[in-house]
């Protein structure tokens, strides 16, 4: 089968609807984009399939919607200020900046050191050169990536403030709050899902690097000496997933197929329940639709670990046109982030449980919604006779039913507005009318609709309707009577 290109899905996104770059009218505006209205519902029905999965029907997390711009010595204390970075380098000749690291992968060179030093000896040694127009590249220079704002009236250095690279900060200073929410009790975790803005030197890849996208991220909290005392471990031990370790990756050994249980008691994981994160994020990512083939677990090398971090694993997925990419992190971030602020804000950020002094450790998995939501629409993406055909899981499609009068005319309309207005009230429907019914269903499969609801002669005769299923494009004939019950049926609800 022919591999999908990223233009072939860019295409499919502008066509139909659902992602666009933003500010086309001014020629765009690299790394914003604007969601549509098949998108915007995607998009929705994804971000609540994780809240379900992960806040709502669990019992230790709650929920955060917390500020994007918070009290600048947030990002002094979490260290962002100073070390949320990327190192940078500029073309000598036409002034072009690059992000170190992906100038040297995009060569086919893997980097198992990410110091200036080691980036520029690469750059130096293979001779890497402006993509834009073969000049000579300057050595690599920091570069912080949170975008500065002014809060007030007077623009002054004492107004700067951040925009927030990442939710957790959000709840490192609620920590008090959530711990007496949470009755003093280990362990339990905070969730939120939310807009961040990183200043990113290049943004490419569609939605892959943006500037301003949303992370879904949750902090749990644990007590360092119960790390390995995870009752919901048993609901991950046999999820299987290929693994690749920092000693594989070193070893230049292929990462190996494992279950979580045979990689945790093989000591791949910092603790239990970083460990059940990761099989528990794996999950997830299954339920809506991403193959465990496409999927693998990479731990980081202590080089790129970042300044918060004891281990960090990524979840990566398998692009046609990018190759193994991070869609979501699993960090140990120890109790480096409530250490820091207690000692920026004079809090005391630790919990007294049965008179035991107890400063909890967190597992962060972080998930971006766009890089999830790419590789979902990569998985989905198939073609059918030249057609494309998005198979989306039904549960997530944007809408679950089209209705559609055979005849552009009455009675067939009439009797398909009844219908239509039978079923809006239960389903995600939509009526369409126009065009030939061959292309309605072509727009419609390129959307991810699940069901097509026809109206042609025989209903006026005998009130029955074809349902046409999307992935089959077969069709079954069924009373207007049980269309209801039967849509129901194939939807699992
Ligand atoms: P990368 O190494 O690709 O820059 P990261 O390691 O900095 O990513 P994290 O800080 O772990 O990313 O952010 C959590 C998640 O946010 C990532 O797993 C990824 O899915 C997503 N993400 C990070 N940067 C971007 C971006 N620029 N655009 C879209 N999603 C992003």
Request: proline content about 4%.
């Amino acid at each position: 089968m022919k591999k999908l290109t990223l233009d072939e899905l860019v295409s499919l996104c502008k066509r139909r609807g659902i992602i666009f770059l933003t500010s086309e009218i001014y020629g765009g505006y690299a790394g914003f984009f604007d969601w549509g209205p098949v998108g915007v519902e995607l998009r929705k029905n994804v971000v609540d399939s994780w809240w379900n999965y992960f806040v709502r029907f669990r019992e230790d997390v709650y929920g955060l919607f917390g500020a994007i711009i918070m009290h600048p010595k947030v990002w002094e204390a979490s260290g962002h200020v100073d070390r949320f970075i990327d190192w940078l380098v500029e073309c000598k000749k036409c002034h072009a900046r690059y992000k170190a690291e992906e100038l040297i992968e995009e060569q086919g060179i893997e980097i198992t050191d990410y110091s200036p030093q080691n980036l520029e000896r690469i750059i130096r040694e293979h001779n890497i050169r402006c993509p834009n127009c073969g000049g000579e590249l300057s050595e690599p220079k920091k570069f912080n990536l949170m975008f500065e704002t002014y809060v007030g009236s007077v623009k002054s250095e004492e107004a700067i403030a951040y925009m927030r690279p990442e939710t957790a900060q959000g709840m490192f200073i609620n920590f008090k709050i959530y711990s007496v929410y949470a009755r003093n009790q280990l362990p339990f975790g905070i969730a939120q899902v939310g807009k961040v803005f990183r200043n990113e030197i290049a943004p490419r890849n569609f939605i892959f690097r943006c500037r301003e996208f949303e992370i879904a991220e949750i902090e749990y909290f644990i007590n360092p000496a119960e790390a390995n005392e995870c009752p919901y471990f048993s609901e991950v031990k046999n999820v299987t997933v290929k693994i690749w370790t920092k000693e594989m990756q070193k070893k230049e050994q292929e990462p190996k197929e494992m279950s979580i249980g045979e990689a945790y008691d093989e000591g791949v994981f910092s603790n239990m329940w970083h460990a059940y994160w990761v099989g528990e994020s794996l999950k997830w990512l299954n339920k809506i639709g991403l193959s465990m083939e496409n999927l693998r677990v990479r731990e980081h090398l202590e080089t790129e670990l970042a300044h918060y971090s004891a281990q960090t694993f990524d979840i990566e997925y398998n692009f046609p046109f990018l190759g193994w990419k991070e869609i979501e992190g699993i960090a140990n971030r120890t109790d480096y982030d409530l250490k820091r602020h207690a000692k920026f804000s004079g809090e005391k950020l630790y919990m007294v449980i049965n008179g035991e002094k107890i400063i909890p450790h967190v597992i962060e998995p972080s998930w971006g919604v766009e890089r999830v939501i790419l590789a979902l629409l990569t998985e989905a993406y198939s073609v059918k006779e030249n057609r494309v055909v998005l198979k989306i899981p039904y549960e997530l499609a944007p809408y679950k039913v089209g209705v559609y009068p055979l005849l552009k005319r009455e009675p067939f309309i009439k009797k398909a507005r009844e219908i239509f207005m039978q079923l809006k009230n239960d389903f995600e429907a939509f009526l369409d009318i126009s065009g030939s019914i061959g292309k309605r269903y072509a727009r419609a499969d390129e959307i991810g609709v699940p069901f097509g609801i026809t109206i042609d002669h025989q209903t006026l005769e005998d009130d029955t309707v074809t349902i046409r299923f999307r992935d089959t494009w077969e069709q079954i004939r069924v009373k207007t009577s049980e269309l209801k019950e039967t849509l129901n049926k194939y939807l699992n609800k």
